[in-house]
């Protein structure tokens, strides 16, 4: 075996030899578990979209991070996406429907709400600053974020497209809209024209 070594005769060298080829072999378990734990079989069969783990999960390509929240993919999921306190859950098939950038931009919407609460316009805000400072997302970018919600009429908790859309591009732009945790969407705003 390659861990045997010759016997010196000093049985204190020995002995330590014998304890760290033990914390050796015990240490390549481990990292060998570890590894393993990584390769979860949603990995090899939708290479595409995975949650390998805990906390992040491969969307059109790229690992995608969110401490503190458990990403799920679920094919029961109403929407492309939401968030409850310490989990993100994620339709796969409706996700595959967006240009990558808007996956990853889903993605990061729905882990802002682990930071920034329920505030729709503040989710967005977040995820795109937060794409910005990564070095991923460009005005063009966010342009076709936007294009995939451009119709959408809003709701009680969303700004209806273009109002979203514009909310996006000052936050690209560092002129983020004043906002509060909590609030439907851009602060001074009657909830009609949240919508």
């Given at each position: ?191 009609r024209d949240a919508r």
């Amino acid at each position: 075996m390659f861990f045997d070594r010759e016997e010196s005769g000093n049985e204190t060298e020995v002995g330590v030899w014998r304890v760290g080829r033990a914390f050796g072999m015990a240490l390549l378990i481990l990292v060998g578990l570890m590894w393993a734990s990584t390769v979860a079989p949603s990995d090899k069969r939708e290479g595409f979209f995975s949650s390998a783990f805990a906390g992040s999960a491969v969307i059109g390509g790229y690992r995608m991070q969110c401490p503190g929240a458990r990403v799920r993919f679920s094919r029961h999921s109403p929407g492309v996406g939401f968030a409850v306190r310490g989990e993100i859950v994620f339709n796969r098939k409706l996700m595959r429907r967006y240009p990558v950038v808007t996956q990853r931009m889903i993605f990061l919407h729905e882990c802002a709400h682990q930071y920034v609460g329920r505030n729709e316009t503040a989710a967005d805000c977040w995820a795109i600053r937060t794409a910005k400072s990564q070095g991923w997302l460009s005005e063009r970018g966010v342009h076709t974020v936007c294009r995939s919600f451009a119709g959408s009429n809003g709701s009680r908790t969303h700004l209806a497209g273009p109002q979203r859309c514009a909310a996006m591009l000052r936050c690209f732009r560092g002129r983020a809209p004043a906002l509060t945790a909590g609030s439907g969407g851009i602060v001074g705003t009657t909830r009609r024209d949240a919508r």
